[in-house]
């Protein structure tokens, strides 16, 4: 294998892992905010949130709710701190990652990742948006 294959291979699993870490992180943050809906409650089971099934599934009385709700609300508030505080680095990692990948391909290919990435930036903006829970307002990297 080359040397410029090999770090083709390696920008790609940095690529792929970043992907993977930021839509775990993704699905997991809607999951939490999905707990804290408006209010409207659907039927269908899909539609619902996490503690809406858990409820149902354990049979948790309005008490319990009463008392997991600000669980909930304070693990929000706890991983958007730490979100906060990780993300300034995380963006440094990703702005490093692809001012190098840039190094490697041509004029006409920088060009072209950059529309892909402003591609994919534009899709993230757009599934925020229509999630509804406010998940967007502090971005990505």
């Known amino acids: 294998m080359t040397r410029a294959s090999r770090g083709r291979a390696a920008v790609l699993l940095i690529l792929m892992f970043a992907a993977g870490l930021a839509v775990g992180l993704a699905a997991e943050r809607y999951a939490l ?11 269908d089971r899909r539609g619902r949130s996490t503690i809406e099934r858990f409820a149902d599934d354990l049979g948790i009385t309005e008490e319990q709710q009463a008392l997991i709700d ?3 609300v304070e693990t929000r508030e706890r991983l958007s701190a730490v979100s906060d505080r990780v993300r300034p680095e995380w963006e440094a990692v990703v702005d490093s990652a692809r001012a190098r990948i840039e190094e490697v391909l041509t004029p006409e290919q920088v060009e072209r990742y950059r529309a892909l990435l402003e591609e994919q930036e534009a899709q993230r903006g757009e599934s925020r948006r229509g999630d509804g829970d406010g998940a967007g307002s502090e971005g990505s990297g």
């Open 33 to 43: 905010h999905r707990s804290s809906d408006d209010g409207s409650r659907e039927d």
């Open 70 to 72: 600000p669980i909930l």
